[in-house]
């Protein structure tokens, strides 16, 4: 009999955790490596946010607190629902973990039964499909190709509900491509899911303020109230404010299901640090500033990446609306050889030998579900990105 669970064994490490590891390893044995592969802002977390955090310390903020959140947060929370989203939500909908991938995996782990169905769009966050299997559900994988522009039409949202779809996942902007849905396009998806009123809503807003060109950032629940019922809308602060290693996400949702969350966080890690949880508040109810200066950044290092991806050869890189990644197709380069010999066959070899003749690191586009792709998170320094990129022309310059 395996010693291992069949849940474990359902599941496979996140590819995105352990390019970063692979990464910090090749640098630590002093390879020259320019990492593009980790879903992180690189600037410091701002100054008034650190300063709260060591207050709380002093202040004896130390111990632990009520299992999904202390009750400022969760006020600071429903007020940020309201003022950026139009949504409703009482403390009492409120659920904080560690990590908006937390809020994901009780919200999963607390509905799904076996058989269920997650219809996932992909390209998808990587741990969306893991976090559905390891509760026995069955991820139901639509692909959204480039030409439709990474998006999910309401037709191929229609056609993959079943009697036994449970949950939709919408994650926009988007960790791989920073697609994101204007309006008109979440209405389209809206009006399909009041059509299918056993169907709910995972809406994955973690990217939320990293939208360019004036782009109107939307929400389910706000394009369409009648879903309220059947949403979870989940947020946090690791990219707004640039808090990933705190860990504090959120998500807003019925009473019943945010219970249930709750009872399982009882069960299993508690509460959110409790620093975090006063750096997060300080976070929200400070002074916001830092989201247009890093969304500015952001938009100018996009327009950096995409147009020096698109002047390599056998790369066509689209213009992503928002988050910090783009999702370039490498479909020129397949069947060519690298100039170190690697035959290129699918978007993993290729970002093997980008790794090992070029020493820059990139997530491979199977990873997230639609090939042949790969992911450049463009969270580093114009000094840094100018160099990858030079690096990535002259490796496909080789290629042949
Ligand atoms: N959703 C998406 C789409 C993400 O990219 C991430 C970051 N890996 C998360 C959720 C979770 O972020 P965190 O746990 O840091 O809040
Ligand atoms: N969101 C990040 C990424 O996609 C963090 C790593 C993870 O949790 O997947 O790279």
Redesign the pocket.
């Known amino acids: 009999m395996a010693f291992l669970s069949d849940a474990i064994a359902r599941i496979k490490p996140s590819p995105?955790v352990a390019m970063t590891g692979r990464v910090a390893d090749l640098k630590a044995a002093g390879r020259d490596i320019i990492g593009l592969s980790a879903?992180e802002p690189d600037f410091d977390t701002p100054e008034h946010i650190r300063a709260a955090a060591k207050a709380a310390i002093d202040a004896g903020k130390t111990r632990y607190t009520a299992v999904d959140g202390i009750a400022e947060l969760k006020a600071a929370i429903s007020e940020k629902f309201s003022s950026d989203n139009g949504l409703d939500y009482a403390p009492e909908q409120i659920s904080v973990g560690t990590?908006?991938?937390?809020i994901?995996f009780n919200a999963l782990l607390a509905t799904v039964n076996p058989g269920d169905e997650v219809i996932i769009p992909a390209p998808y966050?990587v741990?969306y499909p893991d976090i559905v299997a390891l509760a026995g559900g069955v991820p139901v994988v639509v692909p959204c190709p480039a030409d439709q522009g990474f998006r999910l039409s309401a037709d191929a949202l229609r056609q993959a509900i079943t009697p036994r779809t449970k949950w939709v996942i919408l994650?926009s902007p988007?960790?791989p491509t920073g697609a994101a849905y204007g309006a008109a396009e979440m209405r389209a998806l809206t009006d399909v899911l009041m059509d299918n009123p056993h169907v709910w809503v995972l809406a994955?807003d973690?990217?939320e303020h990293l939208v360019f060109d004036g782009f109107r950032f939307v929400t389910p629940a706000e394009v369409e109230p009648g879903l309220i019922d059947r949403t979870l809308t989940?947020n946090?602060v690791?990219?707004a404010y640039a808090m990933?290693g705190w860990?504090?996400?959120y998500g807003a949702g019925p009473r019943e299901l945010i219970r249930a969350m709750a009872k399982l966080q009882s069960q299993s890690t508690s509460n959110p640090c409790t620093v975090s949880q006063y750096a997060a508040l300080a976070a929200l109810t400070g002074p916001q500033d830092y989201i247009a200066t890093s969304r500015a950044a952001f938009q100018r290092r996009r327009d950096l990446v995409v147009a020096g991806l698109n002047e390599c050869a056998g790369i066509d890189c689209p213009t992503p609306q928002g988050a910090f990644y783009v999702y370039p197709s490498i479909a020129g380069l397949i069947g060519k050889s690298s100039a170190g010999g690697v035959r290129i066959t699918d978007d993993e070899t290729f970002a093997n030998a980008l790794l090992d003749e070029a020493g820059v690191a990139v997530v491979f586009g199977a990873a997230f579900g639609l090939s042949p792709h790969f992911r450049v998170s463009y969270a580093a320094s114009d000094e840094m990105l100018g160099e990858a990129i030079s690096r990535i022309r002259a490796f496909c310059d080789g290629c042949a």
Do not use: E, F, P
Not at 99 to 102: A, D, H, L, Y
């Open positions: 995105t879903g990590g908006g991938k937390q994901l966050w741990s994650n988007s960790n994955d973690i990217y989940m946090g690791s990219k990933t860990r504090i996400g």
